[in-house]
């Protein structure tokens, strides 16, 4: 049960969730096209496994370099040194990356590429370095967090383009899909724009929550000398550049949906009808960081922008059924 706590299962759901949503978003354009490769969804899943893996992986390292600063912050929730050693924290670290690593290197002999070794090789160095150094270091650390999160989208985008290199067979596929489907889905699906508008949707917001956590997490990381964005240019100004960025995310999607230049017939609305959820998501978040600093407040907006996250990574599994 501590185990399960240490490398967040919810998060590593989440993870899962957002790759298989960008598979049925995939799959779900191919039809019956005959473009995937025998074998694929095992593939898929192992590809998915080694990513969960390297994600606790890299939780279990993140608490492991925190437990002074999770003395303060949270002394409740401390697992490591309270309820799991130290050493066999580091060991299920690389056991867990390890595992990744092979399948990883399965994958790329198996598609004869390399992209799959050097995302894996990538990832896990980058959240090492990131909990040992870069986490308390000005705003990079939270730059390396989100830009992780968006990769997630974009290995899967990796997969599935590797499935179809061949120009004949992609221009088959286009001209399917321009066929099968409404407009607005096949200029989702054209040169990948499904694919990096979700890793932006994913980046976006996942620095804005950790900006909002930095805030929570100040005692502690003052008691590591960090440099984080709040301890540097204090909460307040730290809550207006949280403030603005969602202001900006919020104000950007919107205008995007309004001059996205397809017509506006029920097909379209049906299927974006699930983004007002995540605008309503915004807006609190937004309000909470408005009213309050106090740690419920900020604790209220990261969660409501959790929910904003999952709902959007979810939507392709909604078109699945509305399409």
Known sequence: MHFLRLIRPINLI????????????????????????????????????????????????NDYFDVKADRVNKPGRLIITRHIKPRWAILSHWMLNLVAFLIACYLSWRYETFWYVFVHLLSINALWFYSMYFKRRFLIGNLIIAGLTALVPILCGIHFFIQNEDATQRAQLSEFIATHYPQWFYQLYNGGLFIYVLAAFALAL?????????????????????????????????????VVLLTGISVLGLLALVYWPVEANHSFLLAFAPTLLIFICLLYSLTSLLFSLEKTSLKRADFSLKIAMMIGCCIPYYWYFVI
């Open 206 to 242: 996942n620095f804005v929550r950790e900006i909002i956590k930095d805030i929570e997490d100040i005692p502690g990381d003052q008691v590591l000398r960090a440099k984080t964005l709040p301890i540097v240019l204090g909460p307040k100004r730290t809550r207006w550049i949280a």
């Open 14 to 61: 989440v993870i899962a969730l957002t790759m298989y949503a960008v598979r049925v978003f995939v799959l779900q354009a191919w039809g019956s096209s005959g473009a995937i490769r025998e074998g694929e969804a095992v593939d898929f899943f192992l590809l998915v496994v080694s990513t969960v893996m390297i994600a606790a992986a890299g939780n279990i390292i």
